[in-house]
């Protein structure tokens, strides 16, 4: 017997208002993301293309889906129209892309913009000085058909628990300063970060948005 619709609503209990929960389900199967469908989970997170698009009609259609892995441009319109929201946009260009393929299809697509803070060199995201020239130079008004919505961001994966608190006050402050550059941006109010082993202190440096998978799920088989 597993615990997922008991993690999923231990999780629940203890998320402050205004925080939601991404039930990150890559590398387990349907049956598992029933488990906590069950338990009222609505709102899950896979980061591969493949894997995504084999489980999505295998599943209820009231379940949203954010993507949250490497994206390769050729990929992106296998995922727009299918994702409430990309939230790993981690180049220029790719956001280009997905704003072209959106306009092509005639739909818009939800977006975060992913930040690296992390001391780890091979994780993706703009840094922060990227991050905030694009929105001074209000780069974001050639957009036609992408919505930003806020920025996701990981901490460095240590047990240095000072240094995760301080990578999420790092991110927390690029959210509040594109906020102070950009005022006028509308909907910019997702801060998506924390994820098993670190989202109550994400949530106490500001996250609005936490993605779970290990906690809920247990260990992934790759
Ligand atoms: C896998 C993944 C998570 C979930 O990680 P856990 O440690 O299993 O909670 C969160 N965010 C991103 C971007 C991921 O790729």
């Not at 440096?205 to 247990?218: E, H, M, Q, Y």
């Amino acid at each position: 017997m597993s615990h997922i619709g008991e993690e999923i609503r231990k999780i629940h209990g203890l998320l402050p208002d205004g925080v939601e929960l991404v039930a990150v389900s890559k590398f387990h199967p349907a049956e598992a993301i029933m488990e906590a469908y069950d338990a009222g989970q609505r709102l899950f997170g896979e980061s591969r293309v493949q894997e995504l698009l084999a489980k999505l009609p295998l599943l209820p259609a009231d379940i949203r889906w954010h993507f949250i892995g490497h994206l390769q441009t050729n990929k992106v319109k296998q995922v727009i129209g299918r994702v409430a929201l990309i939230e790993s946009v981690d180049t220029e260009k790719l956001l280009l892309h997905i704003d072209k393929e959106s306009r092509k299809a005639g739909i818009t697509t939800g977006v975060l913009m992913q930040v690296h803070v992390a001391m780890e060199e091979t994780k993706f995201g703009f840094f922060r000085e990227e991050i905030l020239d694009f929105f001074r130079d209000r780069r974001f008004e050639t957009l036609t058909n992408t919505h930003i919505y806020g920025i996701m961001g990981m901490a460095s994966n240590t047990d240095d628990e000072a240094r995760v608190a301080s990578d999420f006050g790092e991110i927390a402050s690029i959210f509040r300063e594109i906020k102070e550059l950009c005022p006028d941006l509308r909907g910019f109010d997702t801060l998506s970060m924390g994820m098993s082993g670190d989202w109550p202190l994400a949530v106490e440096k500001g996250s609005t948005l936490v993605r779970v998978g290990t906690a809920i799920f247990g260990q992934r088989q790759y």
